[in-house]
């Protein structure tokens, strides 16, 4: 696996930061709206609405409570849209660019998603059952809280879904930034419950420290404090499991446990931009 290749940037300049006033938002209230705009979908200059890298330009799309099942939803960028009490039941968006959608109390089972660019999208509360996520990028997305995770459709080109790090029995080396840019190097045993949700980071259930330098490699270390709880400390030589316990979840990424990235550099990044 490659864990050099990180989408970080895609977390620290998202657009999904910007604010967008209600009036720069398209409010798409009826399937005839919808039909008018994915007429220009074979334009050229997609019409009124524009391209974006060769798609419809439909982002900051509000759509609420419009029967889409089984709708051709390919070939569009709906990048910030958000999608409420809409029936999506087989919806084909294969090929479009989903990134931070807001998915609230709709109908998504057989969703394609098939080669989409979908981070940061939010699946809270919605059920995934048969989603079909081959060949998407899910980025960043949260599953927190969502139903049937599981049961999601997979393959070997979908990327963020599968967890990074051995998902059980086997040794590994990760890595954490502590106060002052301390880097932490620390071995998760074998028998170490370990997760990771849709990004670099992931939780685990118990380490041993074995090496604390600065960001830049150049001093040493025989301890190390945490950023978040100001009363744990990173001891070379010492194990040591969370003092809030571990949370089994995947998909709960903000919980207790001791988190991790798997690359060095990511860890050096993420604290330092």
Same mark, same amino acid.
């Given at each position: 696996?490659?864990?050099?290749?990180?989408?970080?940037?895609?977390?620290?300049?998202?657009?999904?930061?910007?604010?967008?006033?209600?009036?720069?938002?398209?409010?798409?209230?009826?399937?005839?709206?919808?039909?008018?705009?994915?007429?220009?979908?074979?334009?050229?200059?997609?019409?009124?609405?524009?391209?974006?890298?060769?798609?419809?330009?439909?982002?900051?799309?509000?759509?609420?409570?419009?029967?889409?099942?089984?709708?051709?939803?390919?070939?569009?960028? *709906?990048?910030?849209?958000?999608?409420?009490? %809409?029936?999506? #039941? !087989?919806?084909? @968006?294969?090929?479009?660019? $989903?990134?931070? =959608?807001?998915?609230?109390?709709?109908? *998504?089972?057989?969703?394609?998603?098939?080669? %989409?660019?979908? #981070? !940061?999208?939010? @699946?809270?509360?919605?059920? $995934?059952?048969? =989603?079909?996520?081959?060949?998407?990028?899910?980025?960043?997305?949260?599953?927190?809280?969502?139903?049937?995770?599981?049961?999601?459709?997979?393959?070997?080109?979908?990327?963020?879904?599968?967890?990074?790090?051995?998902?059980?029995?086997?040794?590994?080396?990760?890595?954490?930034?502590?106060?002052?840019?301390?880097?932490?190097?620390?071995?998760?045993?074998?028998?170490?419950?370990?997760?990771?949700?849709?990004?670099?980071?992931?939780?685990?259930?118990?380490?041993?420290?074995?090496?604390?330098?600065?960001?830049?490699?150049?001093?040493?270390?025989?301890?190390?404090?945490?950023?978040?709880?100001?009363?744990?400390?990173?001891?070379?030589?010492?194990?040591?499991?969370?003092?809030?316990?571990?949370?089994?979840?995947?998909?709960?990424?903000?919980?207790?446990?001791?988190?991790?990235?798997?690359?060095?550099?990511?860890?050096?990044?993420?604290?330092?931009?």
């Amino acid at each position: 696996m490659n864990f050099t290749s990180s989408e970080i940037d895609f977390v620290k300049d998202n657009e999904a930061y910007v604010p967008v006033a209600d009036s720069e938002k398209r409010h798409i209230e009826s399937i005839g709206e919808l039909d008018r705009l994915l007429a220009f979908r074979d334009d050229p200059d997609g019409g009124e609405a524009g391209r974006i890298d060769g798609r419809l330009n439909m982002k900051h799309s509000v759509m609420k409570g419009l029967d889409l099942s089984g709708r051709d939803m390919t070939g569009l960028d *709906l990048s910030r849209s958000t999608f409420e009490s %809409c029936d999506l #039941r !087989g919806a084909d @968006f294969s090929g479009s660019k $989903m990134d931070n =959608i807001a998915f609230y109390d709709n109908k *998504l089972t057989g969703m394609k998603l098939r080669g %989409c660019l979908a #981070r !940061g999208c939010s @699946f809270r509360f919605q059920d $995934m059952t048969d =989603i079909d996520l081959r060949g998407a990028n899910i980025y960043s997305s949260v599953l927190e809280d969502a139903i049937n995770q599981d049961k999601v459709i997979t393959d070997d080109d979908t990327k963020w879904y599968r967890m990074r790090c051995p998902e059980e029995g086997e040794a590994f080396i990760a890595w954490k930034c502590c106060t002052d840019l301390r880097v932490v190097m620390m071995l998760v045993p074998r028998d170490a419950k370990r997760c990771m949700a849709t990004m670099e980071t992931g939780r685990v259930s118990k380490v041993k420290v074995l090496k604390i330098t600065s960001i830049d490699e150049t001093e040493n270390y025989t301890w190390a404090q945490s950023t978040v709880d100001p009363d744990f400390y990173y001891e070379v030589g010492k194990w040591l499991e969370p003092a809030n316990g571990f949370q089994e979840d995947r998909w709960k990424d903000s919980s207790p446990g001791i988190h991790f990235f798997l690359d060095r550099q990511q860890c050096v990044d993420y604290q330092s931009k």
